[in-house]
Protein backbone atom coordinates (compact mmCIF):
# COMPACT_ATOMS: atom_id res chain seq x y z
CA UNK A 1 0.00 0.00 0.00
CA UNK A 2 1.94 3.64 -1.43
CA UNK A 3 2.57 5.21 2.05
CA UNK A 4 2.11 9.19 0.27
CA UNK A 5 2.23 11.08 3.81
CA UNK A 6 5.55 11.47 4.36
CA UNK A 7 5.14 15.51 5.61
CA UNK A 8 3.37 13.82 8.52
CA UNK A 9 5.78 11.23 9.20
CA UNK A 10 8.48 9.62 7.19
CA UNK A 11 8.76 5.74 7.03
CA UNK A 12 11.99 4.65 9.40
CA UNK A 13 15.06 4.92 7.44
CA UNK A 14 17.04 1.91 7.29
CA UNK A 15 19.88 3.63 8.68
CA UNK A 16 18.14 4.61 11.94
CA UNK A 17 16.60 1.34 12.52
CA UNK A 18 20.14 -0.11 12.31
CA UNK A 19 21.52 3.23 14.72
CA UNK A 20 18.73 2.31 17.62
CA UNK A 21 19.37 -1.61 17.46
CA UNK A 22 23.20 -0.94 17.73
CA UNK A 23 22.51 1.77 20.86
CA UNK A 24 20.00 -0.04 22.62
CA UNK A 25 22.92 -2.02 23.51
CA UNK A 26 25.48 0.43 24.01
CA UNK A 27 23.66 3.80 24.79
CA UNK A 28 21.03 2.91 28.02
CA UNK A 29 23.55 3.91 31.05
CA UNK A 30 23.39 7.53 32.28
CA UNK A 31 25.64 9.68 30.29
CA UNK A 32 26.25 11.95 33.31
CA UNK A 33 27.98 9.07 35.48
CA UNK A 34 31.38 8.51 35.13
CA UNK A 35 31.89 4.68 35.29
CA UNK A 36 32.95 2.67 32.15
CA UNK A 37 28.65 1.84 31.23
CA UNK A 38 28.01 5.48 31.28
CA UNK A 39 31.15 6.83 29.74
CA UNK A 40 30.17 4.80 26.67
CA UNK A 41 26.70 6.53 26.73
CA UNK A 42 28.39 9.55 26.89
CA UNK A 43 30.57 9.07 24.00
CA UNK A 44 27.34 8.08 21.71
CA UNK A 45 25.22 11.09 22.78
CA UNK A 46 28.36 13.31 21.76
CA UNK A 47 28.89 11.67 18.62
CA UNK A 48 25.10 12.20 17.75
CA UNK A 49 25.38 16.10 18.77
CA UNK A 50 28.19 16.61 16.57
CA UNK A 51 26.72 14.83 13.15
CA UNK A 52 23.64 16.59 14.07
CA UNK A 53 24.77 20.49 14.18
CA UNK A 54 27.11 19.56 11.22
CA UNK A 55 24.05 19.23 9.50
CA UNK A 56 22.62 22.08 10.84
CA UNK A 57 25.40 24.46 10.54
CA UNK A 58 25.66 24.99 13.99
CA UNK A 59 28.71 24.39 16.87
CA UNK A 60 27.98 21.06 18.63
CA UNK A 61 27.42 23.08 21.89
CA UNK A 62 24.75 25.44 20.56
CA UNK A 63 22.50 22.37 19.68
CA UNK A 64 20.10 20.52 22.42
CA UNK A 65 17.53 17.69 22.29
CA UNK A 66 14.72 18.23 22.99
CA UNK A 67 11.64 15.36 23.31
CA UNK A 68 10.08 16.51 20.27
CA UNK A 69 10.03 19.55 17.51
CA UNK A 70 6.63 20.58 18.79
CA UNK A 71 8.72 21.23 22.31
CA UNK A 72 11.96 22.42 20.53
CA UNK A 73 9.12 25.05 18.97
CA UNK A 74 7.91 25.86 21.97
CA UNK A 75 10.92 26.06 24.24
CA UNK A 76 12.61 28.33 21.61
CA UNK A 77 10.11 30.86 21.09
CA UNK A 78 9.34 31.02 25.29
CA UNK A 79 13.47 30.99 25.83
CA UNK A 80 14.52 33.53 23.63
CA UNK A 81 10.96 35.69 24.34
CA UNK A 82 12.39 35.77 28.10
CA UNK A 83 15.55 36.34 27.20
CA UNK A 84 14.88 39.73 25.65
CA UNK A 85 11.70 40.91 27.51
CA UNK A 86 13.62 44.05 28.16
CA UNK A 87 13.60 45.13 24.59
CA UNK A 88 9.87 44.07 24.90
CA UNK A 89 7.44 41.71 24.11
CA UNK A 90 6.14 42.05 20.45
CA UNK A 91 6.84 38.68 18.57
CA UNK A 92 5.72 38.49 14.78
CA UNK A 93 5.28 35.24 13.04
CA UNK A 94 4.10 34.54 9.48
CA UNK A 95 0.22 33.54 8.86
CA UNK A 96 1.20 29.79 7.16
CA UNK A 97 3.69 28.80 10.60
CA UNK A 98 3.11 25.18 11.98
CA UNK A 99 0.49 25.22 14.83
CA UNK A 100 2.99 24.49 17.57
CA UNK A 101 3.82 28.39 16.78
CA UNK A 102 0.63 29.99 16.62
CA UNK A 103 -0.47 28.24 19.87
CA UNK A 104 3.06 29.27 21.47
CA UNK A 105 1.95 32.82 19.87
CA UNK A 106 -1.64 32.71 21.66
CA UNK A 107 0.12 32.13 24.99
CA UNK A 108 2.08 35.06 24.93
CA UNK A 109 -0.56 36.94 23.49
CA UNK A 110 -2.88 36.23 26.33
CA UNK A 111 -0.37 36.59 28.58
CA UNK A 112 0.18 40.21 27.41
CA UNK A 113 2.13 40.07 25.07
CA UNK A 114 1.51 41.13 21.63
CA UNK A 115 1.52 39.02 18.11
CA UNK A 116 1.70 40.19 14.49
CA UNK A 117 0.80 38.08 12.12
CA UNK A 118 2.67 38.72 8.61
CA UNK A 119 0.49 38.04 5.18
CA UNK A 120 1.41 35.51 2.61
CA UNK A 121 0.93 35.86 -1.23
CA UNK A 122 -1.69 33.52 -3.17
CA UNK A 123 1.80 31.04 -3.36
CA UNK A 124 1.58 30.57 0.43
CA UNK A 125 5.68 32.45 0.65
CA UNK A 126 6.10 35.82 2.46
CA UNK A 127 8.11 39.18 1.54
CA UNK A 128 10.87 39.79 3.19
CA UNK A 129 9.91 43.86 2.92
CA UNK A 130 6.67 42.43 4.70
CA UNK A 131 8.63 41.36 7.85
CA UNK A 132 10.86 44.61 7.53
CA UNK A 133 7.44 46.60 7.80
CA UNK A 134 6.40 45.42 10.62
CA UNK A 135 9.76 44.97 12.62
CA UNK A 136 9.55 47.57 15.96
CA UNK A 137 11.89 48.96 18.76
CA UNK A 138 10.13 46.24 21.14
CA UNK A 139 9.78 43.41 18.75
CA UNK A 140 11.54 40.81 21.04
CA UNK A 141 11.78 37.75 18.42
CA UNK A 142 10.77 36.86 14.70
CA UNK A 143 9.67 33.20 13.48
CA UNK A 144 9.92 31.73 9.97
CA UNK A 145 9.13 28.21 8.49
CA UNK A 146 11.74 27.24 6.05
CA UNK A 147 9.25 25.55 4.07
CA UNK A 148 5.30 25.09 4.79
CA UNK A 149 4.18 21.57 5.88
CA UNK A 150 0.80 21.72 3.93
CA UNK A 151 1.45 22.81 1.00
CA UNK A 152 5.37 22.87 0.28
CA UNK A 153 6.25 26.99 -0.90
CA UNK A 154 9.71 27.52 0.68
CA UNK A 155 10.00 30.91 2.42
CA UNK A 156 12.56 33.70 1.68
CA UNK A 157 14.29 32.89 4.66
CA UNK A 158 18.00 34.32 3.80
CA UNK A 159 16.30 37.51 2.80
CA UNK A 160 13.61 37.60 6.29
CA UNK A 161 16.90 36.84 7.93
CA UNK A 162 19.13 40.00 6.26
CA UNK A 163 16.46 42.06 7.54
CA UNK A 164 16.02 40.84 11.09
CA UNK A 165 19.21 41.52 11.88
CA UNK A 166 19.15 45.05 10.45
CA UNK A 167 16.48 45.21 12.74
CA UNK A 168 18.40 44.02 15.97
CA UNK A 169 16.06 41.13 16.23
CA UNK A 170 16.45 37.10 16.05
CA UNK A 171 15.18 35.15 14.05
CA UNK A 172 13.90 31.44 14.65
CA UNK A 173 13.44 29.24 11.52
CA UNK A 174 11.36 25.97 11.76
CA UNK A 175 13.14 23.50 9.69
CA UNK A 176 10.92 20.71 10.18
CA UNK A 177 10.21 20.04 6.57
CA UNK A 178 13.05 21.02 4.66
CA UNK A 179 16.27 19.97 7.10
CA UNK A 180 16.19 16.45 5.71
CA UNK A 181 16.97 18.21 2.08
CA UNK A 182 19.47 20.73 2.77
CA UNK A 183 21.09 23.29 5.39
CA UNK A 184 19.20 26.09 5.99
CA UNK A 185 20.25 29.53 4.62
CA UNK A 186 22.54 31.24 6.82
CA UNK A 187 21.45 34.39 9.15
CA UNK A 188 18.92 32.34 11.40
CA UNK A 189 19.19 33.03 15.36
CA UNK A 190 17.30 29.77 16.70
CA UNK A 191 16.48 26.72 14.86
CA UNK A 192 13.94 24.02 15.20
CA UNK A 193 13.35 20.48 13.60
CA UNK A 194 11.86 17.14 13.74
CA UNK A 195 13.39 13.41 13.49
CA UNK A 196 10.50 11.82 12.53
CA UNK A 197 9.75 14.20 9.55
CA UNK A 198 13.07 13.00 7.63
CA UNK A 199 13.25 9.34 8.49
CA UNK A 200 14.45 9.35 12.31
CA UNK A 201 12.39 8.12 14.95
CA UNK A 202 9.62 10.43 16.54
CA UNK A 203 10.65 11.64 19.94
CA UNK A 204 13.42 13.86 18.87
CA UNK A 205 13.83 17.34 18.45
CA UNK A 206 16.01 19.80 17.69
CA UNK A 207 16.49 23.02 19.21
CA UNK A 208 19.58 25.55 18.09
CA UNK A 209 20.60 28.71 19.91
CA UNK A 210 23.35 30.52 18.03
CA UNK A 211 26.25 32.38 20.87
CA UNK A 212 25.06 35.55 21.26
CA UNK A 213 21.73 35.13 21.26
CA UNK A 214 20.15 36.01 24.75
CA UNK A 215 17.87 33.35 26.32
CA UNK A 216 16.27 32.27 29.44
CA UNK A 217 14.65 28.81 29.88
CA UNK A 218 11.53 28.74 30.86
CA UNK A 219 9.93 26.14 34.01
CA UNK A 220 12.40 23.86 36.36
CA UNK A 221 15.82 24.36 36.18
CA UNK A 222 18.06 20.91 34.79
CA UNK A 223 21.26 20.00 34.75
CA UNK A 224 20.76 17.61 31.21
CA UNK A 225 20.99 19.31 27.69
CA UNK A 226 22.67 22.87 29.03
CA UNK A 227 19.63 23.42 30.75
CA UNK A 228 17.02 23.97 28.00
CA UNK A 229 15.81 20.52 28.02
CA UNK A 230 14.55 18.80 31.20
CA UNK A 231 14.76 14.88 31.65
CA UNK A 232 16.89 11.84 30.85
CA UNK A 233 18.12 11.54 27.33
CA UNK A 234 16.90 9.14 24.94
CA UNK A 235 20.18 7.80 23.79
CA UNK A 236 19.19 5.35 21.38
CA UNK A 237 16.61 7.02 19.80
CA UNK A 238 19.09 10.08 19.39
CA UNK A 239 21.61 8.17 17.85
CA UNK A 240 18.71 6.86 15.24
CA UNK A 241 18.24 10.37 14.42
CA UNK A 242 21.59 11.94 13.88
CA UNK A 243 22.57 8.27 12.03
CA UNK A 244 19.58 8.72 9.96
CA UNK A 245 19.96 12.84 9.28
CA UNK A 246 23.14 12.27 7.75
CA UNK A 247 22.20 9.38 5.70
CA UNK A 248 18.92 11.17 4.22
CA UNK A 249 21.30 14.36 3.59
CA UNK A 250 23.47 11.80 1.47
CA UNK A 251 20.68 10.64 -0.39
CA UNK A 252 18.96 14.54 -1.13
CA UNK A 253 20.57 15.80 -4.20
CA UNK A 254 19.43 12.33 -5.99
CA UNK A 255 16.21 11.75 -4.73
CA UNK A 256 15.23 15.46 -4.80
CA UNK A 257 15.43 15.24 -8.25
CA UNK A 258 13.62 11.96 -8.56
CA UNK A 259 10.76 13.02 -6.70
CA UNK A 260 10.32 16.28 -8.16
CA UNK A 261 10.02 14.92 -11.55
CA UNK A 262 7.47 12.47 -10.02
CA UNK A 263 5.43 15.80 -7.87
CA UNK A 264 5.64 17.65 -11.35
CA UNK A 265 3.57 14.68 -13.03
CA UNK A 266 1.12 14.83 -10.44
CA UNK A 267 0.97 18.94 -10.61
CA UNK A 268 0.30 18.79 -14.37
CA UNK A 269 -2.12 15.43 -14.53
CA UNK A 270 -4.33 15.97 -11.99
CA UNK A 271 -5.81 19.42 -13.52
CA UNK A 272 -6.09 17.07 -16.72
CA UNK A 273 -7.53 13.80 -15.14
CA UNK A 274 -10.12 15.99 -12.58
CA UNK A 275 -12.48 18.52 -13.49
CA UNK A 276 -12.67 21.52 -11.21
CA UNK A 277 -9.14 21.33 -9.02
CA UNK A 278 -6.68 23.79 -8.16
CA UNK A 279 -3.24 22.59 -7.52
CA UNK A 280 -1.49 25.53 -4.63
CA UNK A 281 1.73 26.04 -3.38
CA UNK A 282 4.53 27.54 -5.52
CA UNK A 283 5.27 25.60 -8.69
CA UNK A 284 8.67 26.21 -8.67
CA UNK A 285 10.08 27.25 -5.09
CA UNK A 286 9.01 24.26 -3.09
CA UNK A 287 9.70 21.09 -1.10
CA UNK A 288 10.43 18.59 -3.90
CA UNK A 289 8.56 15.89 -2.49
CA UNK A 290 5.37 17.42 -1.66
CA UNK A 291 2.07 18.64 -4.12
CA UNK A 292 -1.11 19.56 -2.53
CA UNK A 293 -4.28 20.23 -4.65
CA UNK A 294 -8.15 20.79 -3.61
CA UNK A 295 -11.38 19.77 -4.89
CA UNK A 296 -14.37 21.55 -5.73
CA UNK A 297 -17.47 19.66 -4.57
CA UNK A 298 -15.25 17.40 -2.22
CA UNK A 299 -15.70 16.63 1.20
CA UNK A 300 -11.97 15.96 2.15
CA UNK A 301 -12.12 13.58 4.86
CA UNK A 302 -14.39 11.95 2.68
CA UNK A 303 -12.48 11.66 -0.12
CA UNK A 304 -9.26 10.30 1.78
CA UNK A 305 -11.26 7.75 3.15
CA UNK A 306 -12.32 6.61 -0.63
CA UNK A 307 -8.21 7.13 -1.40
CA UNK A 308 -7.56 4.81 1.24
CA UNK A 309 -9.59 2.23 0.43
CA UNK A 310 -8.18 1.93 -2.91
CA UNK A 311 -4.61 1.30 -0.96
CA UNK A 312 -3.17 5.10 -0.74
CA UNK A 313 -2.40 6.62 2.03
CA UNK A 314 -2.66 10.80 1.71
CA UNK A 315 -3.82 13.34 3.89
CA UNK A 316 -5.27 16.63 4.01
CA UNK A 317 -2.98 19.43 3.47
CA UNK A 318 -4.30 20.55 7.14
CA UNK A 319 -2.03 18.25 8.95
CA UNK A 320 -2.84 19.63 12.65
CA UNK A 321 -6.53 20.62 12.11
CA UNK A 322 -7.76 17.41 9.81
CA UNK A 323 -9.82 15.80 12.53
CA UNK A 324 -11.88 19.07 12.82
CA UNK A 325 -14.12 21.07 10.32
CA UNK A 326 -11.86 23.80 11.02
CA UNK A 327 -10.36 24.84 7.44
CA UNK A 328 -6.99 24.72 7.20
CA UNK A 329 -5.07 28.31 8.05
CA UNK A 330 -3.03 27.92 5.72
CA UNK A 331 -5.42 27.79 2.71
CA UNK A 332 -7.45 30.20 4.65
CA UNK A 333 -4.23 32.84 4.53
CA UNK A 334 -3.49 31.78 0.47
CA UNK A 335 -6.99 32.37 -0.48
CA UNK A 336 -7.17 29.12 -2.37
CA UNK A 337 -10.00 26.30 -2.32
CA UNK A 338 -10.05 24.23 0.85
CA UNK A 339 -12.28 21.81 0.28
CA UNK A 340 -11.34 18.43 -0.85
CA UNK A 341 -7.97 19.19 -0.06
CA UNK A 342 -5.47 16.42 -0.40
CA UNK A 343 -1.94 16.76 0.24
CA UNK A 344 0.33 14.23 -1.32
CA UNK A 345 4.10 14.13 -0.08
CA UNK A 346 6.47 11.23 -1.44
CA UNK A 347 8.67 9.06 0.28
CA UNK A 348 11.86 8.38 -0.35
CA UNK A 349 11.87 5.13 -2.57
CA UNK A 350 8.46 6.07 -4.03
CA UNK A 351 8.01 4.35 -7.83
CA UNK A 352 7.00 5.83 -10.70
CA UNK A 353 4.42 2.82 -10.75
CA UNK A 354 3.17 4.43 -7.63
CA UNK A 355 2.50 7.56 -9.03
CA UNK A 356 1.15 6.22 -12.11
CA UNK A 357 -1.58 4.46 -9.98
CA UNK A 358 -2.50 6.80 -7.79
CA UNK A 359 -3.19 9.07 -10.88
CA UNK A 360 -5.36 6.41 -12.30
CA UNK A 361 -7.45 5.96 -8.69
CA UNK A 362 -8.19 9.49 -8.14
CA UNK A 363 -10.51 10.61 -10.72
CA UNK A 364 -13.48 8.02 -9.93
CA UNK A 365 -12.75 8.38 -6.14
CA UNK A 366 -13.48 12.22 -6.61
CA UNK A 367 -16.48 11.34 -9.07
CA UNK A 368 -17.36 8.54 -6.17
CA UNK A 369 -17.41 11.25 -3.60
CA UNK A 370 -19.35 14.29 -6.15
CA UNK A 371 -22.06 11.71 -6.64
CA UNK A 372 -23.06 11.07 -3.11
CA UNK A 373 -22.13 14.60 -2.47
CA UNK A 374 -25.09 15.18 -5.62
CA UNK A 375 -22.85 17.70 -6.87
CA UNK A 376 -23.41 19.41 -10.35
CA UNK A 377 -21.89 17.36 -13.28
CA UNK A 378 -18.68 18.78 -14.64
CA UNK A 379 -16.42 18.01 -17.29
CA UNK A 380 -12.87 18.92 -18.06
CA UNK A 381 -12.03 22.31 -19.25
CA UNK A 382 -10.19 21.52 -22.70
CA UNK A 383 -6.58 22.50 -22.52
CA UNK A 384 -5.91 25.72 -24.56
CA UNK A 385 -4.79 24.75 -28.00
CA UNK A 386 -1.33 24.64 -29.03
CA UNK A 387 -0.65 27.39 -31.61
CA UNK A 388 1.22 24.41 -33.96
CA UNK A 389 1.60 20.83 -33.99
CA UNK A 390 3.68 18.34 -35.72
CA UNK A 391 2.34 15.18 -37.77
CA UNK A 392 4.36 12.22 -37.98
CA UNK A 393 3.42 10.72 -41.21
CA UNK A 394 6.68 9.52 -42.48
CA UNK A 395 6.88 6.23 -43.89
CA UNK A 396 3.12 6.12 -44.29
CA UNK A 397 1.11 6.17 -47.54
CA UNK A 398 -1.68 8.82 -48.53
CA UNK A 399 -3.97 9.14 -48.33
CA UNK A 400 -2.44 8.53 -44.35
CA UNK A 401 -1.09 12.10 -44.08
CA UNK A 402 -3.83 13.70 -45.10
CA UNK A 403 -6.21 12.06 -42.89
CA UNK A 404 -3.90 12.43 -40.01
CA UNK A 405 -4.02 16.03 -41.21
CA UNK A 406 -7.46 16.40 -40.96
CA UNK A 407 -7.79 15.02 -37.43
CA UNK A 408 -5.60 17.23 -35.55
CA UNK A 409 -6.24 20.85 -37.68
CA UNK A 410 -8.97 21.30 -34.81
CA UNK A 411 -6.58 21.44 -32.36
CA UNK A 412 -5.10 24.61 -33.55
CA UNK A 413 -6.28 28.04 -33.30
CA UNK A 414 -7.46 29.88 -36.11
CA UNK A 415 -3.99 31.09 -37.52
CA UNK A 416 -1.63 28.13 -36.19
CA UNK A 417 -0.05 25.71 -37.98
CA UNK A 418 -0.05 21.91 -38.38
CA UNK A 419 3.42 20.39 -39.99
CA UNK A 420 2.86 17.51 -41.56
CA UNK A 421 6.25 14.75 -42.08
CA UNK A 422 5.93 12.71 -45.11
CA UNK A 423 8.10 10.97 -47.64
CA UNK A 424 5.59 10.06 -50.08
CA UNK A 425 5.70 11.91 -52.89
CA UNK A 426 2.09 11.82 -53.40
CA UNK A 427 1.27 14.17 -50.59
CA UNK A 428 2.87 17.12 -52.58
CA UNK A 429 0.09 16.95 -54.70
CA UNK A 430 -2.81 15.20 -51.73
CA UNK A 431 -1.87 18.39 -49.04
CA UNK A 432 -2.09 21.24 -51.32
CA UNK A 433 -5.46 19.97 -52.85
CA UNK A 434 -7.04 19.34 -49.43
CA UNK A 435 -6.02 22.85 -48.26
CA UNK A 436 -8.04 24.11 -51.34
CA UNK A 437 -11.10 21.75 -50.73
CA UNK A 438 -11.20 22.62 -47.43
CA UNK A 439 -10.47 26.21 -47.66
CA UNK A 440 -7.12 26.05 -45.57
CA UNK A 441 -4.17 27.61 -46.36
CA UNK A 442 -0.79 25.79 -47.57
CA UNK A 443 1.94 27.46 -46.58
CA UNK A 444 4.14 25.93 -48.56
CA UNK A 445 6.64 23.06 -48.48
CA UNK A 446 10.07 22.94 -45.95
CA UNK A 447 13.10 20.59 -46.09
CA UNK A 448 13.88 18.31 -43.72
CA UNK A 449 16.20 15.23 -42.38
CA UNK A 450 13.86 12.68 -44.13
CA UNK A 451 10.98 13.78 -46.29
CA UNK A 452 9.51 17.54 -46.91
CA UNK A 453 7.43 19.44 -44.03
CA UNK A 454 4.47 20.57 -45.51
CA UNK A 455 2.89 23.61 -43.33
CA UNK A 456 -0.71 23.83 -43.20
CA UNK A 457 -2.02 27.07 -41.54
CA UNK A 458 -6.16 26.99 -40.21
CA UNK A 459 -7.92 29.81 -41.68
CA UNK A 460 -11.26 28.29 -40.37
Known sequence: MPYFDAASAAPLHPVARQALL?????????????????????????????????????????????????RAIHSGISGALAGRRRVGRHLVVSAVEHSSVLHSAATHESGGGSVTEVPVDVTGAVRAQAYASVLREDTALACLQSANHEVGTE??????????????????????????????PAGWSLLTASAHKWGGPAGVGLLAVRKGVRFAVQGPADERESGRAAGFEDIPAIVAAAASLRAVRAEAAAESVRLRALVDRIRAQ??????????????VRRLPHLVTFSCLYVDGETLLHELDRSGFSVSSGSSCTSSTLTPSHVLRAMGVLS?????????????????????????????????????????????????????????????????????????????????VLSDDEAARLDIPAWCAMREQEYAGEEPADRGSAYVVRRLS
Open 22 to 70: AALDEGWADPARLHREGRRARLLLDAAREAAAEAVGCRPDELTFTSSGT
Open 155 to 184: QPVAEVAEVCRAAGVPLLVDAAQSLGWGPV
Open 270 to 283: VPALVPDVEVVGDP
Open 339 to 419: EGNVRVSLPAGTSEEDVDRFLEALPPAVAGVREKLGAPAATVPSPAPAASLVVDALGRRCPIPVIELAKVIGEVPVGGTVT
